[in-house]
């Protein structure tokens, strides 16, 4: 009883004053221990107990995994196959997770094939630990197979095949499988829907995501912190950090997630006092920030060009809270020092760095020397990243970029003949805007919308009053050397300046155009789109590969510096 109710010392105390201990009762010490997180105790039990049966073993699986610690789990597990031991729901559950814990898909893979030949796969139990295996190993249609395959499904079913497509990236797939759960009259819990907002979220999708909003208040389900945790996080990656503030207060005892949702919201908008000012209150509140907590800091301090700032918080990181540095932070310290034209200390920290960047680091580096135009820094930064990855397009693009900048078309010619022969293809750039439920699609120079016409005479009109305003275009953004009015005629019709010339078009006056861009917004179309927010007298939100830029009456939220 004592175990179970996780008074361990209390527990211990009996199990020490017993005159004789039977399996039961070591079976029972020992689920003490792992649920109160005393590994090392339990192992020390687990070494000494007279005998062992199956239930034994799969205890101590179980509390390993739970732990977090599956590599342990995996050997436990594969000398009690060696010992012939039987296994139930309860130790293949367990097993699996930890095989997804550890991405040992070729073990899970053996697992699943066993539990087939042993007729344990019908179990909804163990299949629903089976799917969520292979979604945490990047394997999602063996998932998908499993799912389908199930003849019986519960909530925790679905809510694995769910999670699993949002993890995979597939977050339409997240709400159709939601809708379609619904359907079959399973009722969602806090998990399931708050996995589904999460799901909205990154899609940038506000009204699914108001609907599920709706349906959390309806139902309860808001008062639970994991669906008040995901709808902070949708409103802020929708671009609507006041509502998002005003769901994070009404939640009466936040936690880590809550505070890192809002911090990372803020630092999305670029809005570096306010994340610092929020950082700074959850520490006050004695609450323990995370890897994923200072990526948000960082991130802002890299974007106000706050580089004392966050050399401190890097600091801090490591040496007050114990936390070891990832590629994202290291990414978060070469785009602190970067935009902020310190390309020599973003190269002599990444000479300093335990481990190579990654091609995001590289790419990061390689970016600001386009905009300084440091040729050499730059060609450091392009060779490494394309060593790292020869196929990658911003590599070549971006080298392009600067060579370009510097009338070096020559070199622009070769990289371009390189890039051909090795059938590297630039990732082509897009842009989105929802009108009426349906979304509208456009890239450079698209003529394929029905509204093209209109479309291209709205930019004509506002080309030309952007140009009284003193819009200068900056022709370092165009890659071919063609004549100047061609040039221009590419700069005016890259493919966010379409979907901004769209939502003038059909969204009312008075309400924002919302546009998504799968890449960063080029400096060209940052200016031309302040200025044409000055001039049509509306709020325009563009939601870059960087950040959000909300543009008002001629200026961007991120002050230029994104």
């Known amino acids: ?50 005998e062992k049966d199956s239930i034994s073993w799969t205890t101590m699986i179980t509390g390993l995994t739970q732990n977090g610690m ?15 031991l039987d296994m139930d729901q309860f130790t293949f559950g367990s097993i699996l997770t930890a095989c997804g814990g550890v991405l040992a898909l070729r073990e899970g893979q053996q697992i699943h094939a066993y539990m087939t030949r042993t007729d344990q796969i019908n179990n909804v139990f163990v299949a629903s630990a089976l799917l969520d295996m292979y979604s945490k190993c990047r394997h999602i249609s063996y998932a998908e197979r499993v799912f389908k395959k199930m003849g019986f499904k519960n909530i925790v079913s679905w809510t694995a095949m769910l999670v699993g497509y949002g993890q995979n990236g597939y977050s339409e797939e997240a709400v159709r499988t939601f809708s379609e759960m619904q359907r079959n009259s399973v009722e969602p819990d806090d998990f399931t ?74 630092a999305q908008f670029g809005k570096a006092n306010e994340t610092i000012s929020l950082f700074e209150e959850m520490l006050a509140h004695g609450l323990q920030p995370d890897g994923v907590t200072f990526v948000g800091v960082l991130s802002a301090c890299s974007r106000a060009g706050f580089v004392e700032k966050g050399r401190q918080y890097f600091a801090s990181m490591v040496d007050k809270y114990g936390i070891n540095p990832i590629q994202d932070h290291y990414t978060c310290m070469i785009d602190l020092f970067s935009r902020a034209g310190q390309l020599e200390e973003a190269k002599n920290f990444i000479l ?34 394309l060593d790292l990855d020869p196929h990658n397009s911003a590599g070549h693009v971006l080298l392009a970029s600067i060579y370009a900048s510097k009338g070096k078309w020559d070199e622009v010619a070769r990289l371009r003949r390189g890039m051909r022969d090795k059938g590297v293809r630039k990732e082509p750039g897009c842009s989105w805007i929802k009108y009426k439920n349906k979304v509208h699609i456009f890239s450079a120079d698209d003529k394929s919308s029905p509204f093209s016409d209109q479309i291209y005479e709205e930019l004509d009109k506002l080309n030309c009053k952007m140009i009284e305003e003193g819009y200068v275009p900056d022709m370092r953004w165009v890659l071919h050397d063609v004549e100047e009015s061609e040039k221009l005629k590419m700069l005016n019709h890259h493919s966010e300046r379409l979907a901004i010339a769209f939502g003038l078009i059909f969204i009312p006056q008075g309400l924002p155009i919302k546009v998504v861009k799968n890449l960063r917004v080029c400096d060209d179309c940052h200016t031309a789109t302040k200025i044409i927010s000055k001039i049509t007298d509306r709020e325009i939100l563009v939601r870059d590969s960087v950040r959000f830029h909300l543009f008002k009456d001629g200026k961007c939220s991120c002050g230029d510096f994104w």
């Open 70 to 84: 599956d590599k342990g789990a995996l050997d436990l597990f594969r000398e009690m196959r060696f010992r012939g």
């Open 352 to 385: 300093q760095m335990p481990c190579c960047p990654d091609t995001i680091g590289w790419a990061t580096l390689l970016s600001s020397c386009r905009t300084r135009g440091n040729m050499e820094i730059g060609k450091w930064a392009a060779e490494s990243l």
């Open 1 to 50: 009883m004592y175990a179970k109710c996780r008074l361990i010392s209390e527990a211990k105390r009996v199990f020490d004053g017993l005159p004789e201990r039977n399996l039961v009762v070591y079976n029972t010490m020992l689920m003490g221990f792992l649920r109160c997180g005393m590994v090392k105790e339990s192992e020390g039990l687990f070494g000494c107990m007279p």
């Open 193 to 266: 829907l708050g996995s589904v907002i999460s799901s909205c979220a990154n899609m940038a999708s506000l009204e699914e995501g108001a609907q599920f909003h709706g349906q959390a208040l309806v139902s309860g389900l808001i008062s639970f912190i994991t669906v008040s945790n995901a709808l902070v996080t949708l409103y802020s990656k929708c671009g609507n950090i006041e509502e998002s503030h005003r769901l994070f207060n009404e939640i009466k005892s936040k936690d880590e997630v809550s505070w890192t949702a809002l911090v990372s919201g803020y």
